[in-house]
């Protein structure tokens, strides 16, 4: 019987479950705790492989965009059984390939904000009254299923040191002046638990390539500001390739003070967002099973050797 559940909404709890149950069943699998939020949950790590090329997975920045984290635990999942029965992944020898990679997953970078969205948070606590209180500020966003925000209501992915000025300025202009639902910067970059403890891992990793996975729109973005990473594009093709999702430049409103931004600002190597799906946040769980199909390449690929990349096709 599968660990990860794919027909329920993930919660931290659920989550943590899951992590938990993974690394108790595959050896090979790892975990730590980054942080513990504000609100006491805690930002946990998912690890698999142990060879020399390091990448970063990350998911669920954004709460409402919470369908993003059992993307990143099933593929664990899913590698870690054919490690067992030496098959494949997407075409590549599951063996090999925890021989040449180390994937450093951390599957859900907001957990307060997802158990607002996804009800754990009961509608009679101080947590949920806070949340509302702050929305109310935001009217034209629905309560709780558009709050994208931390609990503290700052919304993560702005929080990162990569023209965060021009992100303050973008969305100050845009009305978003103080904490709430979504598009708050926050008062200064890293100043959340989360952005400081994810970039501190990340410092700690020095990865060759992240991937940060959001929804929606089956689109690809691989660049920030006039930075291009030598082979960047031509991974990208190769992730639109095997995923059918279309690589393109981030609309300028949200083109700064991003994770995969803050990445190849401060590294240079590739970075990339990831936009699952297609329609309204948070979307339905109906839509996983396709969401899964279309970047289980993708996830794949990241882990390659750069000499592999050009080998790898759709096993369909």
């Not at 090329?53 to 870690?80: G, M, Q, S």
Request: with cysteine; glycine share 8%.
């Amino acid at each position: 019987m599968a660990i990860v559940k794919t027909d329920v909404p993930y919660t931290s709890a659920l989550c943590g479950e899951t992590i938990h149950a993974l690394v108790e069943k595959y050896p090979f699998c790892r975990s730590e705790i980054l942080t513990i939020t504000e609100f006491g949950r805690a930002m946990r790590t998912l690890v698999i492989g142990n060879g020399p090329r390091k990448v970063i997975y990350t998911a669920a920045h954004h709460a409402n965009e919470w369908i993003t984290t059992p993307i990143l635990l099933k593929f664990c999942e899913d590698w870690a059984e054919a490690i067992l029965s030496d098959g494949e992944i997407f075409g590549a020898p599951a063996r090999s390939l925890a021989e040449q990679a180390t994937v450093y997953m951390v599957p859900m970078v907001d957990p307060d904000g997802v158990d607002l969205v996804t009800g754990a948070i009961p509608e009679d606590s101080p947590e949920y009254r806070d949340a509302s209180l702050l929305s109310e500020f935001y009217p034209s966003i629905p309560f709780p299923e558009g709050w994208k925000a931390n609990l503290l209501g700052v919304d993560l992915n702005l929080n990162y040191p990569a023209g965060w000025l021009q992100a303050r300025e973008i969305k100050f202009a845009q009305g978003f002046t103080r904490p709430g639902p979504r598009d708050y910067v926050g008062r200064a970059p890293l100043n959340q638990r989360e952005t400081e403890a994810l970039s501190g891992y990340t410092e700690f990793i020095q990865p060759e390539l992240v991937l940060a996975f959001h929804s929606q729109g089956k689109e690809i973005y691989w660049q920030f500001d006039d930075l291009f990473v030598e082979g960047a594009r031509e991974l990208g093709e190769q992730f639109a390739d095997v995923s059918g999702y279309r690589l393109a430049i981030t609309p300028y409103a949200s083109a700064f003070a991003g994770y995969k931004d803050w990445f190849i600002q401060y590294f240079r190597r590739p970075g990339y967002t990831i936009e699952v799906g297609e329609g309204t946040n948070p979307l339905p769980l109906s839509q996983f099973p396709e969401i899964y199909r279309d970047v289980l390449g993708i996830l794949v690929l990241a882990a390659l050797p750069e000499e592999s990349w050009g080998t790898v096709s759709s096993p369909d």
